[in-house]
């Protein structure tokens, strides 16, 4: 496992002790929906410009239904 991989998470108990936790970074806890991927993979931007298209459709048809609006 290369260096730039190690996650550590230092925690302090209430006696003053510092635990030093290494993990792989790919299973940090703080991250909700972490996937492993193969080393180099990239996302296609087309699928970022996809969920922009349809995040904003679905934004424009939601506010078409708000009462006053021109």
Known sequence: MASENI???ETVTDTGSV???EMD????PDV???VRREEGHEVSAWWM???FV???GIVV???SGVPGSA
């Open 32 to 34: 909700l929906f972490r």
């Open 19 to 21: 635990t030093v936790v």
């Open 49 to 51: 410009v996809g969920a």
């Open 54 to 56: 349809l995040f904003s």
């Open 61 to 63: 048809f939601l506010l």
């Open 25 to 28: 970074a790919a299973r940090r």
């Open 7 to 9: 996650y550590r998470h």
